[in-house]
């Protein structure tokens, strides 16, 4: 059988992806079932974060970057009527409170600061100084208080068994969730959800562009943002709206672009880049097709699946060769700035031998 037939697609398709897809909603199905109670038991302590709702269909607050890492986004709530901070100044401390001698940095292309006169309407709860700092949020205050209330949480909704708070640096809440299955990492991040309302630093489309068409990307717009209260000072910006909505109907002209990427994502987890936390992660295959997709834009060249299929991979090599991604809505952002470069180039190296010969591996 011809690697890239008709027939060895479908197979592998039926074979390999399919399964996963299975194993998938099962795993989600048992998480967000965890996560809903948990966090209902924290809104009901706290009423600044809103429970993570079940979802039969699609949970927009789950993302999946690997079977054994989620990444799930925990709502905030009662800040309402987002606006542009007009005035800019510098900042003299610290987390704790201590005055520094020099201001903090500005935030990197992909954060911000986030003030609470940002907001039309808030809860008196956002003016306390548990969370905020001379009229800042500080995502750092914020995760803080919101880790106290899990770890009180799982013991109140008897999760013990199931759940486990793992150690670490920063302000990042990050859990062992025991499934049925296996055991996956779940990273929970309280966000702030800005709505109809698309984010200045992400300038797209770009010029000239012609992917995806006029209506799609107001479409797409119209989903707003996240703020994620991912580092000390600065909120990093979130689209996993607007990229889900950019995925939904990609190939409704016919092509293969999401069955291309199906089988990039397995492979990548079976062959290349394998493990409980990879290097390159579903997001990042993601973002490989929108590029792709935006230098490929006719439908005429998504018919064929060998010649579609090998150019995403071309394209995640050169990326991983190069140790750089460039975000597909904030273009300044390397996403492969903090990743082990060792581990990059092992994954580059397999990809290399790939494109020698490729097909489709088990």
């Known amino acids: ?20 897809k299975r194993l998938l909603s099962k795993l989600v199905e048992e998480v967000q079932e965890i996560v809903h109670q948990l966090t209902q038991e924290i809104s009901y302590r706290d009423i600044r974060f809103q429970a993570v709702p079940r979802s039969l269909y699609h949970n927009e607050n789950i993302r999946i ?25 510098w900042r003299y401390y610290s987390v704790s409170g201590s005055k520094l001698f020099s201001p903090i940095r500005d935030p990197e292309e992909m954060y911000q600061w986030l003030e609470i006169d940002q907001f ?15 009229g800042d949020i500080i995502p750092a205050k914020v995760a803080e208080v919101f ?18 708070v793992i150690e670490g640096v920063g302000p990042i809440v990050r859990l062992a969730v025991e499934t049925s299955e296996f055991q996956v990492e779940v990273e929970l991040i309280p966000v702030v959800e800005i709505l109809n309302r698309w984010c200045e630093k992400a300038r797209w489309p770009r010029c000239f562009s012609r992917w995806p068409s006029r209506e799609k990307v107001q479409c797409v717009k119209s989903f707003g943002f996240n703020l994620m209260a991912r580092s000390s000072y600065h909120w990093q910006l979130g ?20 069955m291309c990427y199906q089988v990039l994502r397995q492979m990548k987890e079976d062959v290349w880049c394998p493990g409980n936390k990879p290097v390159v992660t579903a997001h990042h295959l993601q973002t490989i097709l929108f590029w792709t997709c935006e230098k490929y834009p006719r439908s005429k060249d998504w018919r064929v699946f060998k010649k579609s299929f090998m150019r995403l991979v071309r394209k995640l090599y050169k990326c991983v060769n190069q ?17 082990s470069i060792n581990d990059l180039d092992y994954v580059a190296q397999k990809l290399g031998l790939y494109l020698k010969n490729p097909g489709l591996q088990d």
């Open 1 to 20: 059988m011809e690697p890239f037939s008709d027939e060895a697609v479908k197979q592998y398709v039926s074979d390999k992806v399919e399964p996963r």
């Open 65 to 89: 970057l690997a079977p054994t890492q989620f990444v799930i986004t925990v709502p905030i709530k009662g800040l309402l009527g987002y606006k542009k901070s007009q005035t800019r100044h």
């Open 120 to 134: 039309l309407k808030t809860l008196r709860q956002w003016h306390e100084t548990d969370v905020t700092m001379e």
């Open 147 to 164: 880790l106290k209330h899990v770890e009180e949480s799982v013991k109140t909704c008897n999760l013990s068994n199931e759940v486990k």
């Open 239 to 258: 689209f996993e709206r607007a990229e889900y909505v950019l995925m939904e109907g990609i190939d409704e002209d016919g092509g293969c672009r999401k």
């Open 323 to 339: 140790h750089y991604l460039k975000h597909f809505f904030i273009k300044g952002t390397n996403m492969f700035q903090y990743a």
